[in-house]
Structures are given as structure tokens and as C-alpha cells.
């Protein structure tokens, strides 16, 4: 800002900082890669001299940005409506490249440059020309050429100087609104979000361009009443608090009358615009202070390494994650990249970190397959649903009477006897099914007859590898005169086992048991009648015998007789 400017000195008094909002409000603004680590590394810092040029005329350096190819300082011409310079160093040599003078962008007061859109943004600060009330000037980041104005106001007030937030794609606004010198935080279409805070007047008469540095603004303030003591403010846009201002020390190449414009570089390196006391020249100093970065982390239906802000250039960071039960890591990005999660199945290192990077994990619920059963004459498991790489057992069992017929798994038959009462599927990937169907075991007929008792019922049906007991008892008075098993008499009768009952064990074909019983007196009854028999015939015996022996007497004495 030129020196010579005529702005009315502003109260000397602190002004009583805006109540804070409630602290539950959320600010999208977001770390950028290398944020400074702390506000304290301004403390101690050596700023370096780095390159220099002479502006002609009435010019004078106001603001300052870089692109991803260059560094690009503005400079006032002084004079409405005659064009300006913009002045163009390479980003990584500061060598010069070349001039633009085309138009005039008012006072130039601050300027950002938008990596999304590839365009500079400049901030008028006041403006003379009726049109540019309001109004922000948009470049091509590459020609350095006017594109566009946007208004972000009625006229009323104009933006002092701007900043472009990479990691939320949201601006921050300094105004002259009252001279008060609000930041503002506007979304990437200029509409307007929330009023952060004021900045702290009492270390700085005006207020020139600033940069973000993740939570931090870096503010190069103008001090009137103490032009040989250039400082630095820092602010923190989560506390929406000024923490403090620090000196800037920049030793050669003469004195700084005033720090115009500031940004930040790659890893670390914070650049300074400056113009030199006493004369026309212009210098861009850089020093280098410890960043950090932030690993953004998110994870769908799971678990994570919470996001941490505050990892250190060089470190080692790493993420785990882990799922849900009965999910599984579907898909994992780094950086927006899609990652092979076979490579990292719970875990992702990021090794020498240098820039600010984020992971997102998501876990999907494990898919679940029908395991369909069906039985015939039997009972078996109930159909269900079994996640992929579970094991399952499906039981069956027959009713009674019955057997294995057929076992179907899949609509295949397999070897019923080897799976006659289970089947397991293992490690399931797919749908699976199971139908079984039993058979009614083959029966045969055990028929039975009796004599003089009692007998077990003929029974048509008695299940093969079944035990089978006839049991059998006498009338009254009748005892075990026989027993025929299968055709097979039997006339010496166990009495422990087959007295009363005869089992056929493991039943494997039909029988026929037959029973006799007699009268347990008969014995006696055909003793007695014998012996009854015996008396008659002894006495005709003998009568027959009497009557022989009568004739042989007879026939003996006619014979003596005759002799005689």
C-alpha cells in the first residue's frame, strides 16, 4: 500500500473483540496442505533475501500470489484508468519472465490465485472507476489476462484482499466494511457463508494482504507510526481469536519500508513482497518454518485412526481400520485413488508424508445365501440364509420306519449312505440346496400258531434289523409238549429262553413259530390205562394157558391108557 496513501489514523484504543459465536457452529474451512505447525514459528525466524526489481513511475507493489507456475506481484500504477503491471517470476528459480500491462485493477490491494479454476483473484481494496465498485477482477492464471468481474457486494463496500482455501474450495474476504476489516468466509461461488472475526488494528494502522495456512491467517499489516518495525499477526479461524504478532527480520539488501503481500509455498516456505525504504525497488523474501499436514479419514460402517491435523513433514502416518461385525472392506481410496484392498486388508502407512492426504474406507455387510432343504418322510434343518465363507451343517433324520433313499445337494445326487444324516457345506460362496428323501424300511411277517394256549398275534409287519419276540403261554393244566421255529421242531425246550417266548433277532426275512401244548396229566392217564389193560389180558392169559395145559393132560392120560 503506498505510502503517501491519505487514510485518517485510526484510534490507538484495542477494539473489543466481537462476543464469540456458539461454539457449536461449523466452519468448512478446512487444512490446507502444509499448514505451519503453530503460530510460534514466526518467533525466531530468518527471512532471506531472494530477488528484487525496480518498478518505474508512480508504480508500486501491492500484492502478490503464486500459481502453479509462477510467482505473480501486482503493482499499482497509481492512476485511474492506466493499465498496471503485473510482474511474472518463475515459481521455483523466482527468475523473471515477464510483464503485463493491461488494464486497471484499482488499488490491487490483495490477490489469490485458484487451483480448481486455474484463475487469479484480485482485490481492488477502494475503487475510483464506477464499475469496479463491488467488484473482484478475475485473471487467466496462465496469460495473466483479464477474464471477468464478480460482485460480492452493492458498491458499498470493497473486498481489501482475498485468499483462495485449497482444502475447502471456499474463500476468505478481507473488508473495508467500516473500516472494521472483517474476514469473511464465502463458498466457491461468492456466496456469502459467516463473518469470522475482525482484525486486531492496534498493531497496524491498515491492513495489506494475507494468506491461510490451514487454521491460521497470516496477516501483513501496515504500521504508520512504527514503519521500522514490520511484524506479522497470526489469528486462528477455529478460535476466531488473534494470537499475536511476531517481527520479520530480514537482514541485506537495505531496510523494508513496508510488507505489502504474503503467501505460502511448498513445504514450508512462507514469501514476503516487500518494498525497500527510500527507494523503487522490490523484494520478495521466503523463509522456511515446520509444517504439518492433516490425514483426513473416513470409513462407511466401520471403524478408523480418527483424522489427525498435526502429522510433521517427513513422518510416517498409519491409518488402521477395521469393519463392523459381519462386514468386509469393499473398497478403499487414498487420496481419491482407489486403492487394492487385498494389499492393505486393515491398514495403510503413509511413508514420508509431504503434502496433506486423505483415506476413506467402506465396508459393506457380508453377503448372505440361501441354503434351501427340503425332506420327504423325515424332518431336517429349516432353510436359511449363511454369509459367504461361513460353514453350515444341515441335519435330517428320518421318521420312524424309514431310511436313507436319495440325497440331492444341488440338484446332484450324492452317496446317501455317506451323508445318510448330515451335509456340510464349507467356505460358501453361492446359493446352495439340499433335498433328501427316506424310504420305508423293507418288513416282514412273523406268523404264529398255538396249541392249547396262547400266542403272540401273527404280525405282517416287523421292520428288517428289528428284534422280535413271540411270546406264548399254556391253558390251564397244559404244558410245553413242542415248538416248530421255521419249520424246525423243537422237542428239548430251553426254559430260560424260549419257555415262554422266542425272539428273532436283526430281523432280515420272514418267520412262523408253532406252538403245542398238552395236558400235563396225560403221562399219567396212558400209565394208568396201560396197567388197566394188563389184569384182563393176565387172566385170560392164564385161563388160555390153564385150559392148554388141561388138553395136555388129557391127551397124556389117553395115551397112557391106551399103552395100557
Known sequence: ???????????????????????????????KADQIKNADVFANSQWNYVTEWTVE????????????????????????????????????????????????????NGMTYNSQTNEIYIAPYNSVIEE??????????????????????????????????????QFVIQTTRQRNYEFLLYDSEFNYIDTLFEGNQSLGNLFQDFCVSGDFIISVPWMRDDPDNPRLQLYSISQRAYLGSYSVYAPGAG???????????????????????????????????????????????????????????????????????????????????????????????????????????????????DILTAVTNGTIDASQLIRRDEDVTIHYEPDLHYEIDKVMVDGEEV????????????????????EVSFKEIPSFVVSTQVYNGEITATNPKVYR???YTVSYKPKKDYQMAYMKVDGEW???????????SYTFENMQKGHDVVVV?????????????????CIPMSMIYLTVVRIRNKRKYRKHKMKESMKR
Open 132 to 169: 469496479n465498485k463491488g467488484a473482484i477482477f478475475v485473471l487467466d492464471a496462465d496469460s495473466l489476462k483479464f477474464k471477468r468481474r464478480i460482485y460480492i457486494s452493492d458498491g458499498s463496500w470493497n473486498a481489501a484482499s482475498i485468499e483462495y482455501v485449497d482444502g475447502s474450495n
Open 415 to 434: 452317496d446317501g449312505e455317506k451323508y445318510k444324516n448330515q451335509y456340510t457345506f464349507e467356505f460358501i460362496q453361492g446359493p446352495h440346496s439340499v
Open 57 to 108: 513511475g508512480k508504480d508500486w507493489l501491492q500484492s502478490m500470489c503464486e500459481t502453479d507456475k509462477y510467482v505473480v506481484c501486482y503493482q499499482d500504477s497509481n492512476k485511474k484508468g492506466q493499465a498496471d503491471v503485473i510482474t511474472v517470476f518463475d515459481r521455483w528459480s523466482y527468475e523473471f519472465l515477464f510483464e503485463v500491462r493491461e488494464m486497471d485493477y484499482e488499488h490491487g
Open 490 to 500: 423243537f422237542t428239548t425246550v430251553d426254559t430260560e429262553k424260549t419257555l415262554n
Open 255 to 369: 531496510a523494508i519500508y513496508e510488507l505489502e503481500s504474503i503467501c505460502q509455498s511448498d513445504a514450508g516456505e512462507i514469501v514476503l513482497a516487500v518494498a525497500m525504504s527510500g527507494t523503487k525497488r522490490m523484494a520478495l523474501y521466503n523463509t522456511y518454518v515446520p509444517i504439518i499436514y492433516t490425514v483426513t479419514t473416513s470409513a462407511e460402517n466401520g471403524e478408523i485412526t480418527p483424522t489427525r491435523g498435526d502429522v510433521d513433514m517427513g513422518m510416517d502416518y498409519k491409518v488402521e481400520y477395521s469393519c463392523t461385525e459381519d462386514y468386509e472392506l469393499k473398497q478403499l481410496q487414498v487420496d481419491g485413488q482407489e486403492i487394492d484392498i487385498k494389499e492393505y486388508p486393515d491398514s495403510y502407512t503413509f511413508g514420508n508424508i509431504q503434502n496433506d492426504h486423505s483415506i476413506w474406507v467402506r465396508f459393506t455387510e457380508i453377503p448372505k445365501f
Open 465 to 467: 434289523d428289528e428284534n
Open 517 to 533: 401244548y398238552q395236558w400235563k396229566y396225560l403221562p399219567f392217564v396212558i400209565l394208568a390205562g396201560a396197567f388197566g389193560a
Open 1 to 31: 500500500m503506498k505510502r503517501h496513501n491519505s487514510y485518517k489514523n485510526l484510534s490507538a484504543a484495542v477494539l473489543i473483540w466481537i462476543v464469540f459465536l456458539c461454539l457449536s457452529m461449523y466452519f468448512a474451512v478446512t487444512v
